[in-house]
């Protein structure tokens, strides 16, 4: 991960890349350049004082579609409205965008073991991490699946409970 820096008094107006908020001259801000590579930086990330650099921003490799996922999920979760139907569609499409980063993962592997005619130990990391992955999302799937049941369940429990009310004895 990157160093995320905190300058105190900016030196020239800029705009803030998350919010689009002015940093005029003189304004605090932060900063972060996420890696392209070992020796090469990437494009500088300048967020103004009240905006929080989230880890997807700060990734540069396949981690970052990971990260994404749930930084998503974890935003339909925070927003409080969607019932449990909503937060296991939700669940469903996390797994979703984490499975496309397993199957990257799978494909780098089997690249390399192409290229070299053989496994090596960088493959062979590659091919745990998608295993990983791919078995995380079956667990976040299976999650998904039982809330979106549960939901379904809830909402025959309610159906009955309102006919229930609406035969009154008296």
Known sequence: MPRITTVQH?????????CGKEIAVGDPY???SPRAGPWARGRKLVHC?????????????KMAGVYAAIESYEDDMAG???????????LTEAASAIREVAEE??????NIEEGFGHSTSQ????QSNGDQLLEWCDQIE??????ERLAEELAEAVSNAASIMEECPV
Do not use: V
Not at 123 to 126: A, I
Not at 142 to 147: A, D, P, Q, R, S
């Open 10 to 18: 900016a030196r020239k107006a800029t705009r803030c890349q998350k």
């Open 30 to 32: 932060k900063h972060a």
């Open 49 to 61: 004082h009240d905006c929080a650099f989230r880890p997807s921003e700060l990734m540069t490799r």
């Open 80 to 90: 409080n409205h969607h019932d449990a139907q909503g937060f296991g569609e939700a």
């Open 105 to 110: 993962y799978m494909t780098g592997a089997s």
């Open 123 to 126: 493959s062979d990391e590659m």
């Open 142 to 147: 299976e999650k998904g699946n039982e809330l």
